[in-house]
């Protein structure tokens, strides 16, 4: 018997007795071994047989004891988060106003100055403490609440520290208006400070109301592709085409899209043609003309033509989805420069606690005579409401979550936010060659016959002799060979000779085709006539293949990978940033050296052969480079693994997320400099950030306390104190959108 | 020195000895989690440190009782999680550690702390 385990709220529980009454009841159910119910979670932990329980059975057992079960009830998180937030920031603004006017008003019938306009039962300390009550036990309840709860754990925060300072200012002033005559005889004048604890609460409360609407902003670019999904697809399912809601579309369905719909799912195009904009996606600006046998992406945009598609990837398979699910999980990392914010935030709310009750002796004891107590309140209540371990707190994750965001609009995926801050101090990037300066497909360029062989029949001989290789070069050849309609025999005892090339024969004529090599090792004589026609090709970055038939050598077919078009500006922007580029081939020293003279690249690494790079990576990083490695993500991951980051470069849907630190959707290579740019503008916001945090509490705790008084009779009220602390937060985050305006590319 | 200076000052250093006692000399309590174990945010998280098995999926149940915005995140660093906890609902986070060590559980703003110790 398979035994399931179920979870569930229960609404109505009250009391340790409604336990056991629940625990009785479910195990009552034929096939419940084992229940658990727990008062403080409000929820009943069931052990059942699925054969012979359903949810139902629970629901109606734990219903006839007066309870309703919340079965199957787990939320919909980004819903509730919405609606949870704006009702929030609805009862923030209505406590904002609330304490400001009423603060406003005490204000204007005790600061002097202000007070000789005010009408004069506003002057009145007992109408002022009648208006300060409700903010200080309403609008600031929400204080009161977290304070407490925090104390049960024997923890302290925030909330803490403003509910200490206001309570002592609305004490003490409660007290002087209440018993005016105890503290005459102590020899201070009876003032009330009933201005100062619901301007602070107001204020606080007013930073809180920015501080949340500013930090919404942070987490846009995850509900920005979130949005991007589309909501139905047009699935053609027995002749007919019917709209299905997306997440019932299956792998293999046939999707219709019409001019100007949006993509539904990932998939291959069969039938049709189009020209499609992948911008939201991939960050690629152009759009893209695809046709039969061409990779779809969802959430793309179809522009003019219309097609069908088989869907490859569905749900969370899909591009879009993994995009969504790496951002989240950046944005759920933490960075190695926060561990020191980390640690101090940890201590920072007891110590300054005990701050604060240091200044009150000091000035309790040292104070100017006749103010002693007055100013060791005051002075009391700024150190509490100055300190703000928010903006500490705020410092780091902001910028992160900001950063990552960015990043995928442009299509550069950031795996954690360790991978954000390393990218910003690499200095040296290694670029495989093929796949990621090049197109990756080589084309044939030329066919030279070096004796009596026309050039059609030599590439007749290679097609033929190519046809059963697997080599990319291979490829080019056979491609070659049928775009010439050129009829291909079939090739007896092939052989590939790894390195070297390949051998077979060709209508009774024994073949060999391959490099230098090859023909070295056949001992297939070449000319210095021929010699210097081979280094001509290769000097301009061709690679040359060698055709012996019959022991001779019969001519040469050179092949080149197109360089992509993007290369020049993104390597030109990474010498811009002063990172020192390196490009790493399995090709020949002279054709290696070329296309790297044609980038611009002057240190190349040659014939590498693939399980060769990791080792040359790491060559590179002893020479104390913080060394990125730029691939495909596939060949290439064990030196994507070693590089101090690894950038895998995608190609189409092949998004190879786990073997790179940062993964680049779109196949353009200015992305590579603006994966650094973003890096390290990020680590400048966040180090800016922390700065002022710290700054902030190192300066203003010790002015608050009062040090700055015996030299310049400077003190600062704590209504000031309560504006520096609200800003203070609101700047950090602020600072952190700052990232948004930013320019990268 | 007068006497209420004496008075004030033995009863200051009294408070900032209590504060550092209760605040910072606390002992967690700690538990040992089965599949599941339920997490209760409220004022911190109860249990705060929690025992689970290596290599093992291990479901936290967090439930957010406490309404200050404090607390509306819980991010879990080293498994890659930040979930926005909906006041009084539960969320589960499933985690499968690989390897043993300490692994801590924070809000959204880094001022509350809980801890994973994975055997």
């Known amino acids: 018997m398979s035994e399931s385990k179920k979870t569930f709220s229960i609404k109505g529980m009250h009391c340790a007795s409604c336990v056991t009454m629940l625990e009785r009841a479910l195990k009552q159910i034929d096939g419940v071994s084992q229940a658990n119910v727990n008062l403080a979670t409000e929820k009943a932990t069931v052990s059942y047989d699925p054969q012979k329980v359903t949810d139902k059975h629970l629901e109606s057992a734990v219903s006839n004891v007066g309870y309703q079960a919340m079965i199957g009830e787990e939320l919909k998180s980004e819903d509730g988060e919405q609606k949870e937030k704006q009702k929030e920031l609805k009862d923030l603004r209505v406590k904002v106003i609330v304490s400001l006017v009423l603060g406003g008003l005490i204000l204007w019938g005790s600061f002097p100055g202000l007070m000789k306009s005010a009408p004069m039962f506003l002057q009145n300390f007992w109408v002022q403490l009648f208006l300060a009550a409700p903010v200080q036990f309403w609008a600031g309840f929400g204080f009161y609440r977290a304070t407490l709860s925090a104390l049960k754990h024997r923890s302290a925060n925030m909330d803490t520290l403003v509910a200490m300072g206001t309570t002592v200012a609305f004490g003490y002033s409660a007290f002087v208006t209440i018993m005016p005559s105890v503290v005459e005889r102590a020899g201070i004048e009876p003032m009330p400070y009933f201005d100062v604890s619901t301007i602070i609460i107001g204020l606080i409360l007013l930073g809180r109301y920015f501080e949340a609407k500013a930090k919404a902003g942070t987490s846009e670019a995850i509900k920005k592709l979130i949005g991007l999904q589309a909501k139905t697809a047009r699935v053609v399912r027995d002749g007919k085409e019917i709209d299905l809601p997306i997440n019932e579309v299956e792998i293999g369905d046939h999707i219709r899209v019409r001019p100007g719909e949006k993509i539904p799912v990932d998939g291959i195009i069969v039938e049709g043609e189009s020209s499609i904009d992948e911008s939201m996606v991939?960050?690629?600006s152009m759009p893209a003309d695809k046709t039969k046998d061409d990779v779809v992406?969802?959430?793309?945009?179809?522009?003019?033509?219309?097609?069908?598609?088989?869907?490859?990837?569905?749900?969370?398979?899909?591009?879009?989805?993994?995009?969504?699910?790496?951002?989240?999980?950046?944005?759920?990392?933490?960075?190695?420069?926060?561990?020191?914010?980390?640690?101090?935030?940890?201590?920072?709310?007891?110590?300054?606690?005990?701050?604060?009750?240091?200044?009150?002796?000091?000035?309790?004891?040292?104070?100017?005579?006749?103010?002693?107590?007055?100013?060791?309140?005051?002075?009391?209540?700024a150190v509490l409401i100055i300190a703000c371990p928010c903006a500490m707190g705020l410092a780091t994750p902001t910028a992160i979550m900001v950063g990552t965001g960015k990043g995928a609009e442009h299509g550069i995926l950031i795996k954690d936010a360790e991978s954000l801050e390393t990218a910003h101090k690499i200095n040296t990037i290694v670029f495989d060659k093929t796949g990621t300066l090049t197109v990756g497909k080589p084309e044939v360029t030329d066919i030279i016959s070096v004796n009596h062989l026309k050039s059609e029949e030599l590439l007749r001989l290679a097609a033929s002799i190519e046809k059963g290789s697997e080599h990319s070069l291979a490829e080019a050849i056979v491609k070659k060979a049928e775009e010439e309609k050129i009829a291909i025999s079939k090739a007896e005892s092939f052989q590939a000779i790894p390195g070297h090339g390949v051998e077979g024969n060709v209508d009774g004529v024994k073949?060999?085709?391959?490099?230098?090599?090859?023909?070295?090792?056949?001992k297939v004589t070449i000319t210095d006539e021929q010699n210097n026609q081979i280094i001509k090709l290769e000097n301009d970055g061709k690679t040359v293949m060698m055709l012996a038939a019959n022991g001779a050598l019969s001519g040469l077919i050179a092949v080149a990978d197109i360089i992509k078009d993007t290369a020049k500006d993104g390597l030109a922007a990474l010498k811009a940033l002063g990172i020192e580029v390196v490009m790493i081939t399995g090709d020949n020293q002279r054709t290696a050296a070329a296309i790297g003279a044609k980038l611009g690249i002057t240190r190349v690494l040659a014939e590498v052969l693939p399980d060769q790079k990791e080792a040359e990576v790491k060559k590179?990083?002893?020479?104390?480079?913080?060394?990125?490695?730029?691939?495909?993500?596939?060949?290439?991951?064990?030196?994507?693994?070693?590089?101090?980051?690894?950038?895998?470069?995608?190609?189409?849907?092949?998004?190879?997320i786990e073997a790179a630190d940062i993964t680049l959707i779109n196949k353009d290579l200015r992305s590579v400099a603006a994966a650094v740019v973003l890096s390290k503008k990020t680590m400048r916001t966040i180090k800016m950030n922390l700065f002022w945090a710290f700054a902030y509490n190192i300066i203003l705790i010790p002015v608050a306390m009062g040090v700055l008084y015996p030299f310049f009779q400077l003190l600062l009220s704590p209504i000031f104190a309560s504006v520096a602390m609200a800003t203070s937060s609101i700047s950090v985050v602020a600072n952190s959108l700052l990232l948004k305006r930013k320019n990268i590319i | 020195m007068q006497l209420d200076n004496i008075i004030v000052t033995i009863i200051g250093i009294g408070v900032m000895g209590f504060i550092y006692w209760f605040f910072l000399m606390k002992k967690e309590k700690t538990v040992t989690a089965g599949d599941l174990v339920d997490i209760t945010v409220e004022g911190g998280y109860s249990p705060n440190t929690i025992v689970i098995a290596k290599g093992k999926t291990t479901t936290l149940r967090f439930t957010r009782k406490d309404p200050s915005s404090c607390l509306e995140e819980v991010v879990v660093p080293e498994f890659k999680i930040r979930k926005f906890l909906p006041l009084n609902q539960t969320v589960s986070v499933e985690i499968k550690p690989e390897k043993a060590g300490e692994y801590e559980f924070v809000c959204g703003m880094n001022m509350f702390h809980g801890k994973l110790i994975v055997k």
């Open chain 1, 282 to 284: 991939t960050g690629e």
């Open chain 1, 297 to 381: 992406v969802g959430a793309t945009m179809n522009k003019t033509g219309s097609f069908i598609f088989k869907a490859t990837k569905v749900g969370q398979e899909t591009m879009l989805a993994q995009i969504i699910k790496l951002v989240q999980e950046a944005q759920g990392s933490k960075a190695p420069i926060q561990r020191i914010a980390d640690l101090i935030s940890s201590y920072f709310v007891p110590i300054v606690i005990m701050l604060a009750v240091a200044t009150f002796v000091v000035w309790y004891n040292f104070g100017p005579a006749d103010r002693a107590l007055l100013f060791a309140i005051l002075n009391t209540v």
């Open chain 1, 620 to 656: 590179i990083q002893a020479e104390g480079k913080v060394v990125a490695m730029v691939g495909d993500g596939i060949n290439d991951a064990p030196a994507l693994a070693a590089a101090d980051v690894g950038i895998a470069m995608g190609s189409g849907t092949d998004v190879a």
């Open chain 1, 511 to 522: 073949i060999f085709f391959g490099n230098r090599r090859l023909m070295e090792r056949e």
